[in-house]
């Protein structure tokens, strides 16, 4: 079945304490991206990669850091977490070139940090 | 400063009707428009797109109208389902002919649509 996956779906830590958040597609899909979604804000687009080793920021990419060592997976590395990225977040991937292509969403993952 | 809006946060429905959902842009370089569908606890799914080549596209029940000179769409769902009731973003993306950031895509803040019975 053609998928993103993303884990852990939920998380909650401390202050400080590094963590990554896995994102891996199966479609050999070129682009990805993570996106935060917040009440009111809709989706914010943090980091996206066009290709391996391709990777650019988007709107709100202070505090993260991502890489893309292979083409199916995308991390995303909050290095010292804060309260303000609790958030809900998702992967999304999207074969690249196209005129007009749409995303694949993984389920979201829903961090809380304390 | 918003580039992708919807100005309507909620919006309620009887079923059978029309639900109308609107997206107002304001980039003229955007040339490529989606809408994706959420329900609670899953992630967006892509619902109906519109290339700025077009004022209309449709997919059964759904329907996307593209007027640019307003820089303004709106997604009608007719007749309206229960099922239909999930949070409906509206996105843009900008022509890859023209901007080389084209797979930059710009999210509304979603409008939250209930189909009552």
């Known amino acids: 079945e053609a998928q993103v996956t993303q884990n852990p779906r939920y998380l909650i830590t401390v202050t400080g304490k590094k963590l990554t958040v896995t994102c891996s597609q199966n479609m050999n899909h070129e682009y990805m991206s993570w996106y935060r979604q917040d009440p009111g804000l809709g989706l914010r687009q943090i980091y996206y990669s066009m290709n391996v080793e391709v990777t650019d920021k988007g709107d709100v990419p202070e505090g993260y850091k991502v890489s893309r060592k292979e083409k199916r997976n995308f991390p995303l590395i909050l290095e010292s977490p804060s309260p303000n990225q609790t958030s809900l977040y998702f992967c999304?991937?999207?074969?690249?070139?196209?005129?007009?292509?749409?995303?694949?969403f993984g389920p979201g993952t829903r961090l809380t940090v304390l | 400063d918003q580039q992708v809006k919807q100005n309507s946060p909620s919006l309620s429905v009887q079923e059978g009707r029309i639900s109308i959902l609107n997206c107002d842009y304001t980039?003229?370089?955007?040339?490529?428009f989606l809408w994706y569908k959420k329900y609670p606890a899953e992630g967006p799914t892509f619902l109906i797109s519109?290339?700025?080549?077009?004022d209309k596209n449709e997919d059964g029940r759904f329907t996307v109208f593209l007027n640019k000179s307003a820089k303004h769409l709106s997604l009608h769902i007719v007749p309206s389902q229960p099922g239909d009731s999930a949070v409906y973003f509206c996105a843009a993306r900008p022509n890859p002919l023209r901007e080389t950031s084209y797979d930059k895509v710009i999210f509304g803040p979603g409008t939250s649509l209930s189909v009552i019975p």
């Open positions: 999304a991937s999207m074969p690249g070139g196209g005129l007009y292509n749409e995303q694949f």
């Open positions: 519109i290339s700025s080549i077009k």
């Open positions: 980039n003229s370089m955007f040339d490529y």
